[in-house]
């Protein structure tokens, strides 16, 4: 499968983004989803997942409360609703993408098979 990610950009403290990735090549039904980033100097991180059927998510502590993923199997694509952003979220923002049936949460970025481009989030102090 292929995903391409969008909507990053330059933001102020406090303001918000959307973020999509768009999956072509197979059943997009079938994967859990994930966002996953990476500041400079920084191992990627876990951001948010959902699995295949869109009943379950997940967040990093980190982003609870703020941010929000989502998907739209009928669109092949998962988003990420990123609210009350601060400069910590600044980062490279990478979708990624697993055939799994199943709610586990794949909290590694080594437990991910397929990976977008990433898109780039600024958010400005």
């Known amino acids: 499968v292929q995903l391409q990610a969008s909507g990053g950009g330059l933001v102020q403290a406090g303001g918000s983004l959307r973020l999509s990735c768009e999956a072509s090549?197979?059943?997009?039904?079938?994967?859990?989803m994930g966002w996953f980033r990476q500041a400079p100097g920084k191992e990627r991180e876990f951001v948010a997942q959902?699995?295949?059927?869109?009943?379950?998510?997940y967040y990093a502590d980190s982003v609870k409360g703020r941010f929000s993923i989502s998907r739209d199997n009928a669109k092949n694509t998962v988003y990420l609703q990123m609210s009350s952003l601060n400069p910590e979220d600044t980062a490279v923002y990478y979708c990624?993408?697993?055939?799994?049936?199943?709610?586990?949460?794949?909290?590694?970025?080594?437990?991910?098979?397929?990976w977008g481009q990433g898109t780039l989030v600024t958010v400005s102090s």
């Open positions: 990624a993408g697993r055939r799994l049936y199943s709610s586990v949460i794949l909290i590694s970025a080594r437990w991910w098979d397929y």
């Open positions: 090549g197979r059943t997009f039904s079938g994967y859990a």
């Open positions: 959902i699995i295949w059927s869109g009943n379950t998510t």
